[in-house]
């Protein structure tokens, strides 16, 4: 048995990293062609201001509806769609959905807010970019002053000359200039003196123990200063808990995002929130249970 086991079990491992490596291939059209087939969905977080309980803007979050495997989340497929060269057509075709869904609820009547999408690198790398954005709006009628693009820190370090002209041409056009995940990334102070960044968000690695009064308090209270004397708005993402909203509030961070507000929600929950006045009753318990 002893001498069998070798060979077998060898085979058996190879057998599972073909499948693996063929179910991943498999994924990999399934992306492809889901793009194409409409099998991509915007959820919608709301960023909520603290200090008056109103919605003042919101994330748009794709998700893939999956014909066998479900919902799926963008762990599950945007790494995938880097790998594999499909980064770009996912991010026009969110960009694109965003400005439409902007566009249908401006017709219905229902008081704007800004979306905000999160771009990839190789999406921001585009010579282009800011031309294909303004073009992608004035298709649908859509102002870029309606759009905020969520960039992270090592998107931005790549080429930091070239990076400060494309933020500066997409700014002229009219887009807003958000920096997620702040604080977890490499970029240096001394560059981001130079980005013409509008927005800071504070990353949920600080947010979770903010409330402690321990090095991450000291890391989110620095960051929330950093944007009062660079002119940038802070946004705090992953609010769970009141302690954490009411910390954050009370050291000058009123726009917040997180499940304490609103799980990311499907269009339909998005659209009733918009069509109610996208008010929160923060400082009530039933605010966590009221969504998601
Ligand atoms: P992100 O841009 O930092 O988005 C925030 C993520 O945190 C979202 O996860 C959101 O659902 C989650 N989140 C929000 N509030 C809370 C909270 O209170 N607690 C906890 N534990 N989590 C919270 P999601 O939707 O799974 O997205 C994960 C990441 O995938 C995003 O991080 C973003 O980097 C990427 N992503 C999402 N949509 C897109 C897209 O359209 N294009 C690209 N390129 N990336 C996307
Ligand atoms: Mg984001
Ligand atoms: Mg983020
Ligand atoms: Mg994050």
């Known amino acids: ?38 099998q991509l969905r915007l959820h919608f977080q709301p960023k909520v201001d603290a200090s008056s309980g109103r919605m003042s803007g919101a994330e748009a979050l794709v998700r893939w509806q999956h014909p066998r495997l479900g919902l799926l989340a963008p762990g599950q497929f945007i790494g995938l769609a880097e790998e594999c060269g499909l980064i770009v057509a996912l991010g026009d075709w969110v960009v694109g959905a965003a400005a439409r869904h902007l566009k249908q609820w401006s017709n219905a009547g229902l008081d704007p807010v800004r979306v905000s999408v999160n771009l990839a690198s190789p999406s921001f790398q585009q010579d282009d970019i800011a031309e294909k954005l303004a073009d992608a709006l004035r298709r649908v009628g859509i102002s870029p002053r ?126 009733a929130v918009l069509a109610a006045g996208g008010r929160f009753d923060v400082g009530l318990s039933t605010a966590t249970n009221s969504v998601g």
Do not use: W
């Open 146 to 271: 309606q759009l905020v693009l969520e960039l992270t820190e090592s998107l931005l370090m790549v080429d930091a000359e070239r990076t400060i002209i494309r933020l500066q041409s997409l700014r002229e056009r009219g887009f807003s200039l958000s920096l997620d995940d702040f604080g977890t990334g490499y970029s240096s102070l001394s560059y981001l003196k130079r980005f013409p960044i509008d927005e800071l968000k504070i990353d949920r690695a600080f947010v979770t123990d903010v409330a402690r009064g321990g090095k991450d308090a000291a890391i989110a209270l620095s960051i929330i200063e950093l944007g009062k004397q660079f002119g940038m708005r802070v946004v705090a993402e992953g609010i769970e808990t009141r302690e954490q909203s009411e910390f954050l509030l009370a050291h000058g961070c009123s726009i917040q995002q997180g499940f304490l507000f609103s799980r990311p929600l499907p269009l339909d929950r998005f659209e």
């Open 1 to 38: 048995a002893a001498k069998g086991a070798g060979p077998a079990h060898c085979r058996f491992f190879d057998d599972e990293m073909n499948s693996a490596a063929s179910a991943k291939l498999q994924l990999e059209n399934e992306l492809r062609r889901a793009i194409g087939e409409g």
